[in-house]
T-cell receptor, first 114, second 116 residues
Framework: ETGVTQTPRHLVMGMTNKKSLKCEQH?????MYWYKQSAKKPLELMFV???????ENNSVPSRFSPECPNSSHLFLHLHTLQPEDSALYLC?????????????FGSGTQLSVL | AQTVTQSQPEMSVQEAETVTLSCTYD???????LFWYKQPPSRQMILVIR??????QNATENRFSVNFQKAAKSFSLKISDSQLGDAAMYFC?????????????FGKGTLLTVNP
């Protein structure tokens, strides 16, 4: 049990589809994050939520829309994606914003955009 | 802006042997944190070890230890008595200790293979 659960594990979608990624943490943390992991590139921070408030949007295109209804749940809504958006999307949580750098990660959603 | 460089895209080690993964970083800050994260085939990133820049003593966690050279801005990870379960991608990461720019910056990773 990792404490951070992501669903689905794999997702294939067309460029005109709308889908959502879900992340849930059972650790009592107050901060949650979305990262994008592409091959041969460093992890890219996308969004940060601290106490349900978005504290960082790292210049992410509007076709990615995050939602944080409470401190335990985080969603990433996807629409009209591009093939270059294919990547592993990782969710993480920490006790507070960046929590000293110790993040707890989920196993990610491997996204393929056709 | 801070940058983290891992110059070894891939490394391999024999089981029970020792391997060292390299990491260098660039910063103008004097107080910061450095981390090594491990990502096995399960894809879940796990924190391996953390070093605070103001501490001269190198961090150690069981078979994992670091060689922190602040002046050289070097932060290598040594894995002793390598085990098959150590096979993974290893990411070095940096974080300022405070201020407005305190997000984690990751390197591109080193893929470690452990040979039986």
């Amino acid at each position: 049990e990792t404490g951070v659960t992501q669903t689905p594990r794999h997702l294939v979608m067309g460029m005109t589809n709308k889908k959502s990624l879900k992340c849930e943490q059972h650790l009592g943390h107050n901060a949650m994050y979305w990262y994008k992991q592409s091959a041969k590139k460093p992890l890219e921070l996308m969004f940060v939520y601290n106490f349900k408030e978005q504290t960082e949007n790292n210049s992410v295109p509007s076709r990615f829309s995050p939602e944080c209804p409470n401190s335990s749940h985080l969603f990433l809504h996807l629409h009209t994606l591009q093939p270059e958006d294919s990547a592993l999307y990782l969710c993480a949580s920490s006790p507070e914003d960046y929590g000293g750098g110790k993040l707890f990660f989920g196993s990610g959603t491997q996204l393929s955009v056709l | 802006a801070q940058t983290v460089t891992q110059s070894q895209p891939e490394m391999s080690v024999q089981e029970a042997e020792t391997v060292t993964l390299s990491c260098t970083y660039d910063t103008s800050e004097s107080d910061y944190y450095l981390f090594w994260y491990k990502q096995p085939p399960s894809r879940q990133m796990i924190l391996v070890i953390r070093q605070e820049a103001y501490k001269q003593q190198n961090a150690t966690e069981n078979r994992f230890s670091v060689n922190f050279q602040k002046a050289a801005k070097s932060f290598s990870l040594k894995i002793s008595d390598s085990q098959l379960g150590d096979a993974a991608m290893y990411f070095c990461a940096y974080r300022n200790s405070g201020g407005s720019n305190y997000k984690l910056t990751f390197g591109k990773g080193t893929l470690l293979t452990v040979n039986p």
